[in-house]
C-alpha cells in the first residue's frame, strides 16, 4: 500500500509535460509540442475559452517551474500559438 494518492499513468504516446522542465515526455519538445497541439486542438473543439483557461493554468505552474524564462517568451509558448477567431459583438 502507498501513501497518498497515485500519479495517474501516462501513455508513451500521450505527449504529456515533463516538470519541472517542461518539455514533452514523449517526443522531448517544448511542451505543448506541435503534436499536443494539434490534439488539444482537437480535443477542446470550438471550445476556445476553455482551452485557453487550460493552457493559462499550465502557463502559470511553468512560471513558477521556470522562473528564468523570459515571460512573454512562455506566454508565446503556452497560449500565443491559438488561432485567433472573429470576436462577437
Not at 11 to 31: F, I
Not at 38 to 53: C, H, I, K, N, Q
Amino acid at each position: 500500500m502507498t501513501d497518498g494518492a497515485e500519479r495517474p499513468r501516462v501513455r508513451a504516446d500521450e505527449h504529456a509535460p515533463k516538470t519541472p522542465c517542461w518539455s514533452c515526455g514523449s517526443c522531448g519538445d517544448e511542451w505543448p509540442c506541435a503534436t499536443k497541439r494539434t490534439r488539444l486542438l482537437a480535443e477542446y473543439g470550438g471550445d476556445r475559452a476553455m482551452l485557453s483557461v487550460y493552457l493559462g493554468s499550465c502557463l502559470a505552474a511553468a512560471a513558477e517551474d521556470l522562473r528564468a524564462a523570459p515571460v512573454m517568451s512562455l506566454q508565446d509558448r503556452f497560449i500565443g500559438w491559438l488561432p485567433r477567431g472573429s470576436r462577437r459583438s
